[in-house]
């Protein structure tokens, strides 16, 4: 039983920044790996980067270096810091909880946050 709630979508002019906070709830999330998707009108949803329970992180090629992942295992939260956003980083922004039990995993998504970037 794992809840998600993405917040702190919202309109950007080009060059400006974000930051989303993904709040999850159910037992044990610290030992989950997290992460956060896209989807953008037309285009193929995107992986944009993940961050396990050790701290590691992986980023999408189209946001390295501008966009950054953290956790804080206390509250159970997960942010997207997004900087020098572009007009292509417009999409629905979804927060995920990579569930391992026993030989599976189990995904969770949270209801996504609209990010618009524009001038």
């Known amino acids: 039983q794992v809840q998600v709630v993405e917040s702190g979508g919202g309109l950007v002019q080009p060059g400006g920044s974000l930051r989303l906070s993904c709040a999850a709830s159910?037992?044990?999330?610290?030992?989950?790996?997290m992460g956060w998707y896209r989807q953008a009108p037309g285009k193929q949803r995107e992986l944009v980067a993940t961050?396990?329970?050790?701290?590691?992180?992986d980023y999408a090629d189209s946001v390295k270096g501008r966009f950054n992942i953290s956790r804080d295992n206390a509250k159970n939260t997960v942010y997207l810091q997004m900087n020098s956003l572009k007009p292509e980083d417009t999409a629905v922004y979804y927060c995920n909880v990579f569930r391992t039990m026993i030989a599976t995993t189990f995904i969770y998504w949270g209801q996504g946050t609209q990010v618009t970037v524009s001038s």
């Open positions: 159910g037992s044990s999330i610290s030992l989950y790996r």
């Open positions: 961050i396990t329970s050790g701290r590691s992180t």
